[in-house]
Each structure stands twice: as C-alpha cells, then as structure tokens.
C-alpha cells in the first residue's frame, strides 16, 4: 500500500519537473529570439547610419550608374582630358599621344599614355567611375562598353588606339532622371547582390536588345555569356533583360 502510494506521488512530481522544463525551456527560447531579433535591429541600424546609405539604396545607385563621377559631368557637353606633359631636357618623352572620341555622345579630345587602357582613361581621366574595374584581365565582363554599339571590354582595349570611336558607358543609359528601361528591370527584378557585375550586364543587354526587342531566353543568356556574376544572379539576370518594358 505504501509503496504503490509512493510512486504515485513520485509519478506526479516527475510530470511536474517535466512541466516546469518545458516551461523554462519555453522562456529560454524566447529570451534568445528576443535577443536575436534585437541583434539583427540594431545592425540594420548601424549599417544605416555608419554611412548614410541603406545597401539597396547603395547598389540600385550601381546599377542605375548614378554614381559621384556621373554627377560630375552629367550636363557637360563636352568632356576634358590632361595635355600632353611637358619634357624636360635630357628625359625620356613620356609615350601617348592626342586622341579624339565621343563617350556618351560627348567629344572629348585628350592626350593619353600609351600605357592607358580604355578603362583608365574612362574612370581616372573622365571620372566616369560607374564602369568597375573588376579583374582587370578580360575575365568577367563587368568594364564592359559599347563601341559603336558593339559590347567591347575596357580593360582589354588601350585608350591610344580608340581615336575616333564613340563609346557609351552605364553613365549614357539614363535621361536626366529617368533611368533606362534595362535599369528599371534590373532594380524592380532585384537583379543583383552586390552590384559589381551590374553595369557590365546592363551595358551587354542593351547592345543585344538594341538588335533585337524580344530575344528569346537562350538568345538573352548567349548574349551576357562573358559576363559573370560571383554571386550568381544568372537567374534573375536573365528574367531581368526579359522582362524590359514589361
Ligand atoms: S574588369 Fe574587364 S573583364 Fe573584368
Ligand atoms: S551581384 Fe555580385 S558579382 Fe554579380
């Protein structure tokens, strides 16, 4: 009698230690998301305001090429370069020469090192700085130009040789404002992560579209073939491009 009174009360007080668990487990989960959720607030907070910028405000401004050096000579209808050095007596002249050419529908006459690429004089020269320098070696795609409407890569190419060739950068897309309908897509897609292969995709989808309003899937995704993306939008890249105007 005693003893099957003693594990009925044993029996009562191991369901209540096992409530009680459940019950501080319960409260421990909580504090943690709790804790979690207040971590995660206040780092979308310093990433605000350590530098102004939310990062999609950051990247969309990428892809939209709206970027220091754009402001700077959006409005100009000319665009200026450095004269040649001088030569002091006795040196070496440096090598380059004057060219002439036309980026964005601007001319621009400069002299340029023979050691320049095209993407030098762009971004250093010009300050059109919405073409990125990536690899620097004609691996991904993202210096990528239009010559003559032609997807060509920047760093590839040396700036003595494009006398007389007109070009356009990410920078030309847009009209005042308004941004280019590819840019559109791209920012309403979500069509990248970090935004270095933005402007390189962009620049390549216009010259395609350019040709052809409505390129099939395969015809999109052979046409942004040399450009890469380390984050791996091809995905959303490729809907993006399909989508223009849509
Ligand atoms: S920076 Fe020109 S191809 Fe990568
Ligand atoms: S979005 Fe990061 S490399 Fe393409």
Redesign the pocket.
Known sequence: MWGLSMQKNLGIMGRVISCLTLVLLALDGNNRRNKKMSDEKKEKTAEKTTTGLSRRSFITGTVAGLVVGAAATYGATTLTGPTAPAKPAGVEPVSGKTINLKINGKPLSTWVNARWTLLELIRDTVGLVGTPE?CYYGE?G?CTVLVSGKPMLACEIFAIETNGWDIATIEGLAKGDKLHPIQESFIKNTA???????PG?IMSAKALLDKKSSPTEDEVREAVSGN??????YNV?TRAIMNVGK
């Open positions: 990536a991904c993202a990248f992560q970090c935004g270095v292969c933005a995709f890469l993306c380390r984050c791996g939008t890249v």
